[in-house]
């Protein structure tokens, strides 16, 4: 509602909102007079305080003049008025966009400890992924200047080190172990075997120098003969040795070059530790940051897509989020560029993709599509709801189809089609559940609904 004068006199002009195919100006003068005029036509239904209606010509040569001007006021009117609300729509997106990204711009540093031939290598591919053909430590090694120590640069910012200790990470005194030692975010001890005396000290320098530390027993296959009992005799042991609450009983086998093509890799336990690394990591917003060196991306984009969502339907049920709900699609599309590419995509690249969607939803201008499903005020309805998490779910696995397929953001055509595809399917689930209650939108499984897209 935007107010203006004109020949003396207050008025108050809206548009409706579904006003994008015929614009419909709504004025209402200082008496409680309105007047609703719809574009193009030349009569205008006029609505005094007692609800009276009554037809006025609007070409009628008395009054033409006075009403063509008037008209003309109040499209100014709100064309401005409705620029100025995309403008603070946007500010307001962008400051709550940098409150809430992740900062892709961190280093993450992981140190793998343990002596000669524990499996350090072997549980570095293992956790992340790899087969023989593509493990990771036989391709991307840098060689330290001593043959104890390999530094793997994974990119720019994420460092993985492998060393008998971090007495060795120390010793090497390059530029690059300084700027590692100075921030370790996750401490690895591999042990084998039963308890051995050295490990104790490797493993206090360990827990002192690193945010995080994981003490792993690797080679649990060596117990495969035994009674289960002497796994557990031997975890107990290492347990109360390095006064620690967890050890990961891990198997890694399998990266052996010399192996033949059809040994399969022998991989046991390392979900567990990948999981908990990955929570640390999370709770220090640089889970991504290791998540695309990973193999396989397809449970990341799932969680980034189940994450947003999420929290879009918990929003949805609520008025006036639309800014919450873009920016929780922008947040999640500069997410999954992140994972399939490694690069940082612009905050405004992000947004520019929104009327690629936009055109194929509810309205052609964007501003309107991003307001539309969710209202500033009032009731929301649960279709409005509904809407909100289609678009989102279906944006969202439209752009991982586009990136897991190698494609480029910029293929308009394919996003399109998968945006429509993806939506119908959703559409129907949704439509399925037969949602009748704003409230249950929060509690809906989003992770199924998830799990038929991507
Ligand atoms: N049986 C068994 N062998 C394993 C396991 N993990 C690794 N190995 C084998 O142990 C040997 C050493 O593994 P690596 O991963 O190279 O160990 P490392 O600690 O990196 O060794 P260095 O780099 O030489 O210090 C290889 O022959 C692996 O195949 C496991 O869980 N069980
Ligand atoms: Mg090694």
Not at 252 to 281: A, K, W
Request: glycine residues 6%; neutral net charge.
């Amino acid at each position: 509602m935007a107010k203006f004068f004109y020949k003396d006199r207050q008025y108050e002009v809206s548009v409706s909102p579904e006003s994008n195919e015929q614009e419909i100006l709504i004025l209402t003068n200082s008496d409680g007079v309105e007047l609703t005029i719809r574009e193009g036509e030349k009569k205008a239904v006029k609505r005094d305080s007692q609800d009276n209606l009554e037809e006025v010509d609007l070409q009628t040569a008395q009054y033409k003049n006075f009403y063509d001007s008037l008209i003309q006021e109040a499209r100014k009117v709100v064309k401005k008025d409705s620029q100025d609300k995309v403008k603070s729509f946007f500010k307001a997106l962008e400051v709550q966009y940098e409150e809430r990204v992740q900062d892709f711009h961190q280093t993450l540093n992981i140190v793998v400890i343990g002596n000669v031939s524990s499996g350090k290598s072997s549980l570095i591919n293992a956790l992340l992924r790899r087969t023989r053909q593509n493990a990771l430590m036989k391709v991307g090694v840098q060689a330290g200047v001593t043959t104890k120590l390999n530094i793997l640069r994974l990119d720019e910012k994420v460092r993985l080190i492998d060393s008998p200790g971090l007495g060795d990470v120390r010793a090497e005194n390059s530029e690059i172990t300084q700027e590692f030692l100075k921030s370790i975010d996750v401490g690895i001890l591999v042990v084998t075997g039963a308890v051995d005396a050295s490990q104790k000290e490797y493993f206090n320098d360990l827990k002192e120098n690193c945010k995080s530390f994981f003490v792993v027993l690797n080679k649990r296959d060596e117990w495969d003969r035994y009674h289960p009992q002497a796994l557990e005799n031997v975890m107990n042991q290492w347990k109360e040795y390095l006064k620690i609450d967890k050890i990961y009983p891990v198997c890694t086998f399998g990266y052996d070059s010399q192996l033949s093509d059809n040994t399969p890799l022998d991989i046991r336990g390392v979900i567990q530790l990948r999981e908990d690394i990955e929570d640390f990591l999370e709770s220090q917003g640089k889970k991504l940051l290791l998540a695309r060196h990973m193999s396989k991306k397809r449970s990341y984009a799932k969680k980034i897509v189940v994450g947003a969502v999420t929290a879009v339907g918990i929003q949805a049920a609520l008025p006036g989020k639309a800014l919450f709900i873009t920016t929780t699609q922008v947040i999640a599309i500069g997410s999954l560029y992140y994972l399939y590419t490694g690069q940082i995509l612009s905050k405004g690249s992000a947004l520019a993709l929104l009327p690629v969607f936009a055109g194929q939803a509810v309205a052609t201008n964007v501003f309107l599509f991003f307001t539309s499903f969710i209202p500033p005020t009032g009731i929301v309805e649960i279709a409005a709801a509904i809407t909100a998490i289609s678009i989102t779910a279906a944006m969202l696995a439209s752009i991982n189809f586009v990136l897991s397929s190698g494609a480029e953001l910029t293929d308009e055509k394919m996003l399109k089609l998968k945006f429509r595809e993806y939506r119908e399917q959703v559409q129907i689930i949704l439509k399925n559940l037969a949602l009748t209650d704003i409230t249950k939108i929060g509690s809906l499984n989003f992770t199924d609904i998830v799990d038929k897209l991507i």
